[in-house]
Protein backbone atom coordinates (compact mmCIF):
# COMPACT_ATOMS: atom_id res chain seq x y z
CA UNK A 1 0.00 0.00 0.00
CA UNK A 2 1.12 3.73 -0.68
CA UNK A 3 0.49 6.89 0.91
CA UNK A 4 -0.76 9.61 0.25
CA UNK A 5 -2.01 13.15 0.83
CA UNK A 6 -5.21 15.83 0.61
CA UNK A 7 -4.88 18.96 -0.64
CA UNK A 8 -6.98 21.88 -2.06
CA UNK A 9 -6.82 25.37 -3.55
CA UNK A 10 -6.92 28.55 -1.80
CA UNK A 11 -10.97 29.38 -1.76
CA UNK A 12 -11.71 25.79 -0.63
CA UNK A 13 -13.19 25.94 3.26
CA UNK A 14 -13.94 22.13 4.22
CA UNK A 15 -11.65 21.06 6.99
CA UNK A 16 -9.90 17.84 7.12
CA UNK A 17 -7.35 18.49 4.44
CA UNK A 18 -3.70 18.60 4.98
CA UNK A 19 -2.00 21.35 3.09
CA UNK A 20 -4.16 24.76 0.75
CA UNK A 21 -3.10 26.95 -1.11
CA UNK A 22 -1.13 26.72 -4.48
CA UNK A 23 -0.99 22.87 -5.62
CA UNK A 24 2.20 22.93 -7.46
CA UNK A 25 3.82 24.30 -3.92
CA UNK A 26 2.00 21.66 -1.92
CA UNK A 27 2.39 18.91 -4.04
CA UNK A 28 6.43 19.67 -3.72
CA UNK A 29 5.98 19.26 0.15
CA UNK A 30 4.03 16.25 0.28
CA UNK A 31 6.53 14.50 -2.02
CA UNK A 32 9.85 15.89 0.17
CA UNK A 33 8.40 13.75 2.86
CA UNK A 34 8.00 10.88 1.16
CA UNK A 35 4.11 10.91 0.11
CA UNK A 36 3.83 9.17 -3.12
CA UNK A 37 0.16 10.45 -4.10
CA UNK A 38 -1.99 13.39 -3.86
CA UNK A 39 -5.27 13.57 -3.87
CA UNK A 40 -6.68 17.29 -4.39
CA UNK A 41 -10.40 18.11 -3.38
CA UNK A 42 -12.15 20.23 -6.08
CA UNK A 43 -14.75 22.42 -6.36
CA UNK A 44 -14.65 22.88 -9.91
CA UNK A 45 -11.61 21.11 -12.14
CA UNK A 46 -12.15 24.25 -14.76
CA UNK A 47 -9.89 26.01 -12.17
CA UNK A 48 -6.87 23.46 -12.96
CA UNK A 49 -3.93 24.10 -14.89
CA UNK A 50 -3.62 20.92 -16.49
CA UNK A 51 -0.14 21.23 -18.07
CA UNK A 52 1.24 22.92 -15.11
CA UNK A 53 -0.41 20.12 -12.84
CA UNK A 54 1.57 17.17 -15.04
CA UNK A 55 4.60 18.75 -15.03
CA UNK A 56 4.31 19.01 -10.81
CA UNK A 57 3.42 15.52 -10.63
CA UNK A 58 6.06 14.41 -12.73
CA UNK A 59 8.96 16.46 -11.93
CA UNK A 60 8.00 14.99 -7.91
CA UNK A 61 6.99 11.57 -8.93
CA UNK A 62 3.94 11.65 -7.34
CA UNK A 63 0.43 10.11 -8.32
CA UNK A 64 -2.64 11.76 -8.63
CA UNK A 65 -5.02 9.49 -6.62
CA UNK A 66 -8.21 10.92 -6.87
CA UNK A 67 -10.46 14.04 -6.98
CA UNK A 68 -12.36 14.95 -4.53
CA UNK A 69 -16.10 16.84 -5.04
CA UNK A 70 -17.94 17.74 -1.77
CA UNK A 71 -16.68 20.95 -1.69
CA UNK A 72 -19.42 21.36 -4.61
CA UNK A 73 -21.80 20.96 -1.85
CA UNK A 74 -20.53 23.38 0.75
CA UNK A 75 -19.89 26.37 -1.91
CA UNK A 76 -22.53 25.87 -4.33
CA UNK A 77 -25.44 23.35 -2.84
CA UNK A 78 -25.09 21.10 -5.49
CA UNK A 79 -26.38 17.65 -4.67
CA UNK A 80 -27.89 14.71 -6.55
CA UNK A 81 -31.40 15.02 -4.72
CA UNK A 82 -32.02 18.28 -5.00
CA UNK A 83 -36.14 19.06 -5.63
CA UNK A 84 -34.88 21.48 -8.30
CA UNK A 85 -34.03 19.51 -11.49
CA UNK A 86 -31.77 22.10 -12.71
CA UNK A 87 -29.73 22.10 -9.87
CA UNK A 88 -29.27 18.03 -9.64
CA UNK A 89 -28.51 18.72 -13.44
CA UNK A 90 -25.53 20.68 -12.61
CA UNK A 91 -24.26 18.50 -9.85
CA UNK A 92 -24.45 15.79 -12.80
CA UNK A 93 -22.43 17.59 -14.80
CA UNK A 94 -19.96 18.76 -12.17
CA UNK A 95 -19.08 14.99 -11.92
CA UNK A 96 -18.94 14.80 -15.02
CA UNK A 97 -16.18 17.53 -15.56
CA UNK A 98 -14.73 15.84 -12.36
CA UNK A 99 -14.14 12.56 -14.20
CA UNK A 100 -12.90 14.61 -18.08
CA UNK A 101 -9.92 16.22 -15.60
CA UNK A 102 -10.02 12.42 -13.91
CA UNK A 103 -9.15 10.68 -17.32
CA UNK A 104 -6.30 12.31 -18.27
CA UNK A 105 -4.49 11.71 -14.88
CA UNK A 106 -5.49 8.36 -14.59
CA UNK A 107 -7.18 8.78 -11.07
CA UNK A 108 -10.65 8.04 -9.52
CA UNK A 109 -13.32 10.54 -8.63
CA UNK A 110 -15.20 10.70 -5.89
CA UNK A 111 -19.46 10.61 -4.91
CA UNK A 112 -19.82 11.63 -1.07
CA UNK A 113 -21.30 14.38 0.07
CA UNK A 114 -22.70 15.33 -3.53
CA UNK A 115 -25.34 12.50 -3.15
CA UNK A 116 -27.06 15.18 -1.00
CA UNK A 117 -29.34 14.69 2.83
CA UNK A 118 -32.53 12.31 2.05
CA UNK A 119 -36.17 13.94 3.04
CA UNK A 120 -38.19 12.52 4.88
CA UNK A 121 -41.47 10.71 4.04
CA UNK A 122 -42.17 9.44 0.48
CA UNK A 123 -39.93 11.70 -1.35
CA UNK A 124 -37.03 9.64 0.36
CA UNK A 125 -38.03 7.03 -1.82
CA UNK A 126 -37.52 9.67 -4.98
CA UNK A 127 -34.08 11.22 -3.90
CA UNK A 128 -32.63 7.85 -4.05
CA UNK A 129 -34.28 6.79 -7.43
CA UNK A 130 -32.47 10.18 -8.68
CA UNK A 131 -28.92 9.44 -6.67
CA UNK A 132 -28.89 5.45 -8.63
CA UNK A 133 -29.88 7.41 -11.69
CA UNK A 134 -26.79 10.01 -11.45
CA UNK A 135 -24.06 7.47 -10.26
CA UNK A 136 -25.13 5.68 -13.20
CA UNK A 137 -25.65 8.69 -15.62
CA UNK A 138 -22.19 9.38 -14.31
CA UNK A 139 -20.55 5.62 -14.41
CA UNK A 140 -21.52 5.18 -18.17
CA UNK A 141 -19.99 8.81 -18.65
CA UNK A 142 -17.04 6.95 -17.10
CA UNK A 143 -16.63 4.48 -18.22
CA UNK A 144 -16.00 5.32 -21.91
CA UNK A 145 -12.96 6.95 -20.55
CA UNK A 146 -12.13 4.29 -17.83
CA UNK A 147 -12.55 6.19 -14.91
CA UNK A 148 -13.46 4.51 -11.57
CA UNK A 149 -15.83 6.40 -9.80
CA UNK A 150 -15.88 5.69 -5.80
CA UNK A 151 -18.91 6.02 -3.37
CA UNK A 152 -17.79 7.24 -0.21
CA UNK A 153 -19.21 6.24 3.10
CA UNK A 154 -19.61 9.22 5.15
CA UNK A 155 -21.12 9.46 9.06
CA UNK A 156 -24.29 10.07 9.89
CA UNK A 157 -24.14 13.77 11.50
CA UNK A 158 -22.68 14.73 8.09
CA UNK A 159 -24.96 13.08 5.52
CA UNK A 160 -28.12 11.10 6.74
CA UNK A 161 -27.74 7.78 4.67
CA UNK A 162 -25.01 5.81 3.18
CA UNK A 163 -23.49 5.54 6.41
CA UNK A 164 -21.71 2.09 7.26
CA UNK A 165 -19.54 -0.08 4.43
CA UNK A 166 -22.97 -2.63 4.62
CA UNK A 167 -25.39 0.27 3.32
CA UNK A 168 -22.62 0.92 0.77
CA UNK A 169 -22.10 -2.54 -0.58
CA UNK A 170 -26.08 -2.66 -1.10
CA UNK A 171 -26.30 0.55 -2.81
CA UNK A 172 -23.56 -0.61 -5.15
CA UNK A 173 -25.78 -3.53 -6.16
CA UNK A 174 -28.79 -0.65 -7.28
CA UNK A 175 -26.37 1.20 -9.36
CA UNK A 176 -24.90 -2.02 -11.07
CA UNK A 177 -22.05 -0.48 -12.63
CA UNK A 178 -18.49 -2.94 -12.39
CA UNK A 179 -16.78 1.04 -12.54
CA UNK A 180 -18.55 2.09 -9.32
CA UNK A 181 -16.48 1.21 -6.10
CA UNK A 182 -16.81 2.03 -2.63
CA UNK A 183 -14.11 4.37 -0.88
CA UNK A 184 -14.30 3.62 3.26
CA UNK A 185 -12.87 6.15 5.57
CA UNK A 186 -11.51 4.86 8.94
CA UNK A 187 -13.16 8.09 10.90
CA UNK A 188 -16.53 7.73 9.55
CA UNK A 189 -16.15 3.81 10.21
CA UNK A 190 -15.31 4.35 13.62
CA UNK A 191 -19.06 5.96 14.29
CA UNK A 192 -20.49 3.66 11.48
CA UNK A 193 -19.31 0.03 11.59
CA UNK A 194 -19.17 -2.00 14.19
CA UNK A 195 -16.02 -4.39 13.59
CA UNK A 196 -13.30 -2.73 11.14
CA UNK A 197 -12.09 -6.28 10.19
CA UNK A 198 -15.74 -7.44 9.25
CA UNK A 199 -16.61 -4.84 6.89
CA UNK A 200 -13.61 -4.75 4.66
CA UNK A 201 -13.58 -8.11 4.58
CA UNK A 202 -17.41 -8.45 3.71
CA UNK A 203 -16.37 -5.75 1.00
CA UNK A 204 -13.05 -7.27 0.02
CA UNK A 205 -13.70 -7.25 -3.82
CA UNK A 206 -15.32 -3.66 -3.84
CA UNK A 207 -13.28 -1.46 -1.87
CA UNK A 208 -11.49 0.95 -4.08
CA UNK A 209 -9.95 3.82 -2.07
CA UNK A 210 -9.19 4.13 1.59
CA UNK A 211 -9.13 7.30 3.38
CA UNK A 212 -7.42 6.94 6.91
CA UNK A 213 -7.59 9.26 9.71
CA UNK A 214 -7.91 8.81 14.25
CA UNK A 215 -10.98 8.92 15.45
CA UNK A 216 -10.85 13.04 16.21
CA UNK A 217 -9.95 12.98 12.52
CA UNK A 218 -6.11 13.62 13.28
CA UNK A 219 -3.81 12.18 11.91
CA UNK A 220 -3.43 8.52 12.79
CA UNK A 221 -1.63 8.27 16.39
CA UNK A 222 -3.47 11.23 18.23
CA UNK A 223 -6.87 8.86 18.91
CA UNK A 224 -7.69 5.53 19.24
CA UNK A 225 -8.63 3.52 16.42
CA UNK A 226 -6.90 0.80 16.73
CA UNK A 227 -4.64 1.06 13.10
CA UNK A 228 -3.51 -2.22 13.22
CA UNK A 229 -6.84 -4.35 12.66
CA UNK A 230 -7.12 -2.20 9.88
CA UNK A 231 -4.08 -2.65 7.97
CA UNK A 232 -4.33 -6.32 8.77
CA UNK A 233 -7.77 -6.57 7.19
CA UNK A 234 -6.55 -4.68 3.77
CA UNK A 235 -3.67 -7.08 3.61
CA UNK A 236 -5.79 -9.54 4.05
CA UNK A 237 -8.02 -8.72 1.04
CA UNK A 238 -5.04 -8.08 -0.60
CA UNK A 239 -5.78 -4.43 -0.94
CA UNK A 240 -3.33 -2.59 -3.13
CA UNK A 241 -4.18 0.62 -3.40
CA UNK A 242 -3.33 4.36 -1.47
CA UNK A 243 -3.85 5.38 2.14
CA UNK A 244 -5.13 8.60 1.42
CA UNK A 245 -4.68 10.99 4.36
CA UNK A 246 -7.72 13.38 5.12
CA UNK A 247 -7.30 14.42 8.32
CA UNK A 248 -7.54 17.91 10.16
CA UNK A 249 -4.12 19.79 9.83
CA UNK A 250 -3.24 19.66 13.67
CA UNK A 251 -1.60 20.90 15.59
CA UNK A 252 -0.34 22.61 12.23
CA UNK A 253 -0.44 21.44 8.81
CA UNK A 254 3.45 20.09 8.57
CA UNK A 255 3.32 18.55 11.66
CA UNK A 256 0.26 16.91 10.44
CA UNK A 257 1.88 15.77 7.12
CA UNK A 258 4.80 14.61 8.53
CA UNK A 259 3.64 12.56 11.70
CA UNK A 260 0.86 11.46 9.11
CA UNK A 261 3.16 9.64 7.14
CA UNK A 262 5.25 8.57 9.77
CA UNK A 263 2.83 6.84 11.84
CA UNK A 264 1.38 5.14 8.59
CA UNK A 265 4.68 3.66 8.02
CA UNK A 266 5.14 2.32 11.35
CA UNK A 267 1.94 0.65 10.95
CA UNK A 268 3.04 -0.82 7.51
CA UNK A 269 6.13 -2.02 8.66
CA UNK A 270 4.50 -3.78 11.46
CA UNK A 271 2.42 -6.04 9.33
Request: glycine share 8%; hydrophobic share 40%; with cysteine.
Amino acid sequence: MKIAGVITTKEAKFGPIMYRGDIRENIEKLSKLGYEGVEISLRDPKIIKKEELKEALKKNSMTLTTLGTGQAVASEGLTFINPDKAVRKAAVGRIIEHIGLASEFNSFVIIGLIRGNLPEGSKKFQAIKWTIEACQECADFAQKSGVTILIEMINRYEVNWLNSVSEGISFLKKVKRDNVLLHIDTFHMNIEDSSFKESIIDARNLIGYVHIADSNRWVPGYGHINFPEIISALEEINYQGFLSLEAFPLPDPDTAAKKGIENVRKLLSKN
